[in-house]
């Protein structure tokens, strides 16, 4: 497929601009392997709100659906259509519109076929009506790529494999982390300080929002910053950006020190420190460059990863990350980890956390640096440190995957541990 403009020709009608973003929103991923939310900016450049939202809506249930809108458009097609032929992107866009979100089929068909211009506007047209008149449907569950199910399979077993199908077969709910009560949000609370709340009112319009009341944190997200507890030492939140972590130690009273490399990101996290009246010293660095000129004590490493754990909300990671990313990605955490590590005082502690379903940024990770550093012992995660349906591993760290909670909405793949340092010399 040639490369999508970012120009909108001067005779697209309504409804068309946000279908052309979408297609390069699927291009950017599928093709280039960004993330969708770092191709957003560029791919919906100029458009209103509401259909960059819906390009963005377009583009994640494509990636959802992708293996199953496939074979869909295969059993109507003499001749396969190439992966990336233009063609296959306008009728995923618009079989994604109608089979999930509720798109009538004549729009659904009329706002993709400009995206075809000088192609195959027949053959396309032609799928889509098959498809339509027999009546296609989906599965109750997406197909995962073979390529993602062989390894979270391999990793966890079948089950899992096929409750992370389940799992992103939807956006999951809205988890909000709250700083104080908020009398007229309504949802359900895992655990103290937590709501869980649908997805159906925009953020800034739910109660408590302008006061600074709460923040966007997944449930599981949550947990790396509540292993520090209160305290009123210094802290270092590293990889701090967009900041829910920064935001929940500072509640917690400590003198939060964040730091990332992303000044964009940061400015997210200042942001959301005015709206909730917190503090914290917020530092643009790259941690293997930058010294805190302090010994900590706490330190929150939320480290860099493939973010395969995310896949809920950013279906795009099951497309784009590969076996390379993932040991790219655990080579820059083994570097940093012991480092960091450097800047806990002595009794103080260590929490490092991915947001990854991979072995190799979890367990493997801690596994080699505890037999590098006598220095560092795992203190224990307690079950009343968790959400109820939640336990520690054996070894006393913390692993979420899917299928767990899955009966109250479910939570995002991580892995996090605590540390202690038992001794100065790490």
Same mark, same amino acid.
């Given at each position: 497929?040639?490369?999508?403009?970012?120009?909108?020709?001067?005779?697209?009608? &309504?409804?068309?601009?946000?279908?052309?973003?979408?297609?390069?929103l699927?291009?950017?991923?599928?093709?280039? %392997?960004l993330?969708?939310?770092?191709?957003?900016?560029?791919?919906a450049k100029?458009?209103?709100?509401?259909d960059?939202g819906?390009?963005?809506a377009?583009a994640?249930?494509?990636l959802?659906w992708?293996?199953?809108?496939?074979?869909?458009?295969?059993?109507a097609?003499?001749?396969?259509?190439?992966?990336?032929?233009?063609?296959?992107?306008?009728?995923?866009?618009?079989l994604?519109?109608?089979?999930?979100?509720?798109?009538?089929?004549?729009?659904?068909i009329?706002?993709?076929?400009?995206?075809?211009?000088?192609?195959?506007?027949?053959?396309?047209h032609?799928?889509?009506?098959?498809?339509?008149?027999? %009546?296609?449907?989906?599965?109750?569950?997406?197909?995962?790529?073979d390529?993602?199910?062989?390894?979270?399979?391999?990793?966890?077993g079948?089950?899992?494999?096929s409750?992370a199908?389940?799992?992103?077969?939807?956006?999951p709910?809205?988890d909000?982390?709250?700083?104080?009560?908020?009398?007229?949000?309504?949802?359900?609370?895992?655990m103290?300080g937590?709501?869980?709340?649908?997805?159906?009112t925009?953020?800034?319009?739910?109660?408590?929002?302008?006061?600074?009341a709460?923040?966007?944190?997944d449930? #599981?997200?949550?947990?790396?910053a509540?292993?520090?507890?209160?305290?009123?030492?210094?802290?270092?939140?590293?990889?701090a950006? &967009?900041?829910g972590?920064?935001?929940?130690?500072? #509640?917690?009273?400590?003198?939060?020190t964040a730091?990332?490399?992303?000044?964009s990101?940061?400015?997210?996290?200042?942001?959301?420190?005015?709206?909730?009246?917190?503090?914290?010293?917020?530092?643009?660095?790259?941690?293997?460059?930058?010294? &805190?000129?302090?010994e900590?004590?706490?330190?929150?490493?939320?480290?860099?990863?493939?973010?395969t754990?995310?896949?809920?909300r950013?279906?795009?990671?099951?497309?784009?990350?590969?076996?390379r990313?993932?040991?790219?990605?655990?080579?820059?955490q083994?570097?940093?980890? &012991?480092?960091?590590?450097?800047?806990?005082?002595?009794?103080?502690?260590?929490v490092y956390?991915?947001?990854?379903?991979?072995?190799e940024?979890?367990?493997?990770?801690?596994?080699?640096?505890?037999?590098e550093?006598?220095?560092f012992?795992i203190?224990?995660?307690?079950?009343?440190e968790?959400?109820e349906g939640?336990? #520690?591993?054996e070894?006393?760290?913390?692993?979420?995957?899917?299928?767990?909670?899955?009966?109250r909405?479910?939570?995002?793949?991580?892995?996090?541990?605590?540390?202690?340092?038992?001794? %100065?010399?790490?």
């Open positions: 497929m040639s490369r999508p403009s970012n120009h909108r020709p001067p005779s697209d009608p &309504p409804g068309v601009p946000a279908r052309r973003a979408a297609l390069r699927l291009d950017a991923v599928l093709r280039r %392997g993330a969708i939310e770092q191709a957003l900016e560029a791919s100029g458009l209103a709100p509401p960059r819906l390009a963005h377009i994640a249930e494509v959802r992708l293996a199953d809108l496939d074979a869909l458009i295969d059993s097609t003499r001749n396969r259509l190439p992966d990336d032929a233009k063609a296959r992107f306008a009728l995923r866009i618009a994604a519109q109608v089979l999930r979100l509720g798109t009538p089929p004549h729009a659904a009329s706002t993709v076929l400009p995206l075809v211009d000088g192609g195959p506007r027949k053959l396309v032609g799928v889509f009506g098959t498809l339509d008149r027999k %009546g296609a449907v989906l599965p109750d569950h997406p197909t995962l790529p390529q993602v199910h062989a390894r979270i399979a391999g990793n966890w079948e089950r899992v494999a409750a199908a389940a799992a992103i077969a939807a956006p709910p809205l909000l982390t709250l700083r104080s009560d908020v009398p007229d949000l309504h949802g359900e609370s895992l103290t937590h709501m869980r709340v649908s997805g159906e925009p953020v800034p319009d739910l109660p408590g929002y302008a006061e600074g709460w923040w966007v944190q449930l #599981a997200a949550s947990l790396p509540r292993l520090l507890g209160s305290g009123t030492g210094r802290a270092l939140d590293l990889c950006a &967009p900041g972590k920064t935001l929940q130690l500072a #509640a917690s009273g400590w003198d939060v730091v990332d490399v992303s000044e990101r940061l400015a997210r996290l200042s942001e959301n420190l005015d709206r909730t009246g917190l503090s914290a010293h917020i530092v643009t660095a790259d941690l293997l460059d930058w010294e &805190p000129g302090f900590a004590d706490a330190v929150l490493l939320d480290a860099p990863c493939s973010a754990g995310i896949f809920r950013h279906p795009d990671v099951f497309h784009r990350v590969r076996p990313l993932i040991a790219e990605m655990a080579e820059l083994a570097q940093l980890l &012991p480092r960091v590590a450097r800047w806990v005082r002595p009794g103080g502690l260590l956390a991915t947001c990854s379903l991979e072995p940024e979890g367990e493997q990770q801690i596994e080699r640096f505890l037999a550093h006598s220095a012992a203190d224990r995660v307690l079950p009343d968790l959400p939640l336990v #520690a591993h070894r006393g760290w913390l692993r979420t995957l899917p299928g767990m909670l899955v009966e909405g479910g939570l995002d793949g991580f892995f996090m541990v605590r540390l202690m340092r038992v001794a %100065g010399d790490s």
